[in-house]
C-alpha cells in the first residue's frame, strides 16, 4: 500500500509550544504542574504527560472551583492551556497563590484582543463556534456581556436587534467556507458589521492538506486524533465532504485493515493535538499492508 502523510499532520504550533511550557516545569523538578483542564485534547498524549508530573485538574468547561491545596513539600504551579481562559478565569487561577504560567497560544490570544477592544468600544460580538469549547467559552468572557455563539444561519436569524455596532470572530478551528457563508449571513442582517476571519494559519493548513491528499490520487483518508478534538473531528468531517472514505481513529489498534486491504494509494492526516507517535505507527502499519 502506498501512503501519503498530510505534511501538517500532528501538532500545531500552539499546542507544541503549550506542552513544552508545561514540561519545562516539570523537567525542572517543579510538582505538581496544574493545567485548568486537559493540557490538550489527546488521551494517549495525556497519559503521557500525566506520567511526567503534569495533572490536569478540574473542568475548566465548568468553570469549577479547583482542589489544589499544596502538600508538604510541593512547590506547584499552574499552566494555562493553548484554548485560553476568560478573564475572570485567569483572575480566579491567579488568586489559588502558586507560579501562573499563561500557555494560551498567541493566535488565540489574537483572537481576545479583537473581541476585548471591540466590547471596549461597546461591539456586540458574535462568534462563530462551539458554545461549549473551552475557546469560545474564553472568548465570550472577553464580550463584557454582549456575546453570541453562532453556529448556522439559523442562529444569526435567531440573534435579537444588535443594532450597529456588531463585529463577528471564529473559533480558531472551524471552516473557513462555513465562516465565509455565516460571515455574508451577518452582513445581509446588520450590514455594518465588521467581520473578522480569525480561524488560525495551522487550522488552514490542515484543511488544505485534505484537499491536496484527494488531489494526489488517495482513495480513503486516515484521520488520527481524539473524538473529542474539535479540528480532528472537522478533518474527518472534511474528508467525507471531499466524498472520500474516513476512517477516524485514534490510535493504531483501531484500522480496519479488512476495510483497508481494498486500497492502493490511502491519505493520513491528523488533528493539531495528535502526537507523533501515533502518527508513526498508523503510517507503519499501513506501510506493511500488500
Ligand atoms: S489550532 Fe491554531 S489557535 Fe489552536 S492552538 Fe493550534 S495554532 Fe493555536
Given at each position: 500500500?502506498?501512503?501519503i502523510?498530510?505534511?501538517?499532520?500532528g501538532?500545531?504550533?500552539g499546542?507544541?509550544r503549550?506542552?513544552?511550557?508545561a514540561r519545562?516545569?516539570?523537567q525542572?523538578g517543579?510538582?505538581?504542574?496544574?493545567t485548568d483542564g486537559?493540557?490538550?485534547?489527546?488521551?494517549?498524549?495525556?497519559?503521557?504527560?500525566?506520567g511526567?508530573g503534569i495533572?490536569?485538574v478540574?473542568?475548566?468547561?465548568?468553570?469549577?472551583?479547583?482542589?489544589v491545596?499544596?502538600?508538604?513539600?510541593e512547590h506547584p504551579?499552574?499552566?494555562?492551556?493553548?484554548?485560553?481562559?476568560?478573564?475572570?478565569?485567569?483572575?480566579?487561577l491567579?488568586?489559588?497563590g502558586?507560579?501562573?504560567?499563561d500557555?494560551?497560544?498567541p493566535?488565540v490570544?489574537?483572537?481576545?484582543?479583537?473581541v476585548r477592544?471591540?466590547?471596549?468600544?461597546?461591539?456586540?460580538?458574535?462568534?462563530?463556534?462551539?458554545?461549549?469549547?473551552?475557546?469560545?467559552?474564553?472568548l465570550?468572557?472577553?464580550?463584557?456581556?454582549?456575546?453570541?455563539?453562532?453556529?448556522?444561519?439559523?442562529?444569526i436569524?435567531?440573534?435579537?436587534d444588535l443594532?450597529s455596532?456588531?463585529?463577528?470572530?471564529s473559533?480558531?478551528?472551524?471552516?473557513?467556507?462555513?465562516?465565509?457563508?455565516?460571515?455574508?449571513?451577518l452582513?445581509q442582517?446588520?450590514?455594518?458589521?465588521?467581520?473578522?476571519?480569525?480561524?488560525?494559519?495551522?487550522?488552514?493548513d490542515r484543511q488544505?492538506d485534505?484537499?491536496?491528499l484527494?488531489?494526489?490520487?488517495?482513495e480513503?483518508?486516515?484521520?488520527i486524533?481524539?473524538?473529542?478534538?474539535?479540528?480532528?473531528?472537522?478533518l474527518?468531517?472534511?474528508?467525507e465532504?471531499?466524498?472520500?472514505?474516513?476512517?477516524?481513529?485514534e490510535?493504531?489498534?483501531?484500522l480496519?485493515l479488512?476495510?483497508?486491504?481494498?486500497?492502493?494509494v490511502?491519505?493520513?492526516?491528523?488533528?493539531?493535538?495528535t502526537?507523533?507517535?501515533?502518527?508513526d505507527?498508523?503510517?507503519?502499519?499501513?506501510?506493511a499492508?500488500?
Open positions: 500500500m502506498r501512503v502523510r498530510a505534511k501538517s499532520a501538532f500545531c504550533w499546542v507544541e503549550a506542552i513544552d511550557i519545562e516545569y516539570a525542572k517543579r510538582h505538581p504542574v496544574y486537559p493540557l490538550i485534547h489527546n488521551r494517549q498524549m495525556m497519559e503521557v504527560l500525566t511526567e495533572r490536569e478540574g473542568d475548566y468547561s465548568k468553570q469549577e472551583k479547583l482542589d491545596a499544596a502538600g508538604a513539600g504551579v499552574m499552566v494555562v492551556r493553548a484554548h485560553g481562559i476568560s478573564p475572570d478565569r485567569r483572575q480566579y491567579k488568586s489559588l502558586m507560579e501562573f504560567r500557555a494560551t497560544c493566535d490570544g489574537i483572537i481576545a484582543g479583537k477592544l471591540h466590547a471596549k468600544r461597546g461591539f456586540h460580538t458574535v462568534i462563530f463556534g462551539d458554545a461549549k469549547h473551552p475557546e469560545v467559552i474564553g465570550l468572557g472577553y464580550t463584557e456581556g454582549h456575546g453570541h455563539v453562532v453556529a448556522s444561519k439559523a442562529d436569524d435567531a440573534l435579537p443594532g455596532n456588531v463585529c463577528m470572530v473559533q480558531s478551528t472551524m471552516f473557513t467556507d462555513e465562516f465565509e457563508i455565516l460571515g455574508a449571513h452582513k442582517r446588520f450590514p455594518q458589521a465588521l467581520v473578522f476571519d480569525t480561524i488560525c494559519g495551522a487550522t488552514k488544505a485534505v484537499v491536496e484527494h488531489r494526489q490520487g488517495c480513503a483518508i486516515i484521520v486524533g481524539g473524538r473529542h478534538s474539535a479540528n480532528t473531528v472537522k474527518a468531517k472534511l474528508v465532504l471531499q466524498g472520500l472514505p474516513c476512517f477516524h481513529v490510535t493504531v489498534a483501531e480496519d479488512k476495510a483497508l486491504q481494498r486500497y492502493t490511502v491519505g493520513v492526516t491528523a488533528g493539531a493535538s502526537p507523533a507517535f501515533l502518527i505507527e498508523v503510517c507503519k502499519q499501513l506501510e499492508l500488500p
